[in-house]
């Protein structure tokens, strides 16, 4: 897999939540993601987490290419974003707040309440060769060392 340019030099400070807009009608909430609007990237590939037993971990994974933005549609989930040197968790709770992930950052998945569903925007379609699924490899590539 080719590593774009970004794999290399991403930083948790490229991570952020994306207020996303809250239509709200007497009948409940809309809330529309369109691509380059409110997200820096085109959707080519949704998909969804759900029905995940108590106390399971979810991710454990790095993309070369892909970034993403993970909503939590319904519950709660904390993200725990590593770029192989600092650590942050973030606890995502509202269905019109994002989480953009881009491409170099290591994922974890955690804390999932009950019923809750992660909900996924991915600049690319589904390609195993795009993760890198063991850390220390993560950071052997990242950073050219272990560390
Ligand atoms: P994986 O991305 O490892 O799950 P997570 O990071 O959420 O724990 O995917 C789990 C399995 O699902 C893996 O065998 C590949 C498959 N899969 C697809 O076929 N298409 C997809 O878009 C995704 C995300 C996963």
């Given amino acids: 897999m080719e590593i774009g340019s970004v794999f ?11 207020d996303l807009p809250k239509f709200t009608t007497s009948a ?3 809330t529309a993601i369109n691509n380059g609007i409110e997200i820096p990237f085109d959707t080519k590939r949704v998909y969804y987490l759900y029905d995940i037993p108590s106390g399971e971990t979810r991710g454990g ?12 549609a319904t519950g709660s989930f904390d993200v725990v974003l590593h770029d192989g040197q600092n650590k942050r ?3 995502l709770n509202q269905p019109n707040k994002g989480l953009l992930v881009v491409p170099g950052i290591w994922r974890e998945l955690e804390n999932f309440s ?3 569903v992660l909900l996924v925007l991915a600049s690319e379609i589904y390609v195993e060769l795009d993760y890198i699924r ?9 950073y050219g060392i272990n560390i």
Avoid: E
């Fill in 8 to 18: 290399k030099t991403s930083t948790l400070g490229n991570c952020k939540i994306i």
């Fill in 28 to 30: 409940g909430h809309i």
């Fill in 61 to 72: 994974h790095a993309h070369y290419n892909l970034q993403q933005l993970i909503v939590a």
């Fill in 89 to 91: 968790r973030i606890t």
């Fill in 114 to 116: 009950a019923g809750a």
């Fill in 134 to 142: 063991d850390k220390n490899s993560f950071k052997i590539k990242k």
